[in-house]
């Protein structure tokens, strides 16, 4: 492995996700284009019409959240629950995590805990976290690390 390049989720609606992803969480639209490449199906090997596939650049770094809504192909909902194998996250940090906490639930983005947990061992210590969730189940991780 030489480096991180992006995390993929799958949403069931460009626009809602759009909306939570850039507009609440401050990520920055890339690049959104309709993929139909046969190397792209090749690749995936759905049966899909095409893929909206939208790359979100993560502000302060050269990682990116690629989002993707397959068309015009049966699809159903994952499992959402963090001890579910198969299921993910990503994380991000965050300056103020009590404030970010506070905007994102009062436009209602609902979370795994009723606030921001102080870790008390391991990697994060002292770090607040919490898992929010987006419009579609999917876990983002938000973290504001220990000043130093």
Aim: aromatic content about 10%; charged content about 25%.
């Amino acid at each position: 492995m030489t480096g991180f390049y992006h995390a993929g989720v799958t949403v069931q609606s460009m626009e809602k996700s759009l909306d939570f992803y850039c507009g609440l969480l401050g990520l920055e639209l890339y690049s959104l284009r309709d993929a139909t490449e046969e190397y792209i199906m090749k690749i995936v090997n759905v049966p899909a019409e095409k893929i909206r596939v939208a790359f979100l650049k993560v502000p302060g770094s050269d990682a990116m959240v690629e989002l993707l809504e397959y068309v015009g192909v049966e699809r159903h909902p994952s499992s959402v629950r963090p001890c579910d194998y198969g299921s993910g996250h990503f994380c991000l940090y965050v300056s103020d995590l009590d404030k970010v906490y506070s905007e994102l639930a009062s436009k209602g983005v609902q979370f795994r805990s009723n606030l921001p947990i102080v870790s008390t061992a391991g990697l994060n210590k002292g770090a607040k976290i919490v898992y929010c969730i987006d419009p579609d189940g999917y876990l983002i991780e938000l973290i504001e690390p220990v000043k130093k």
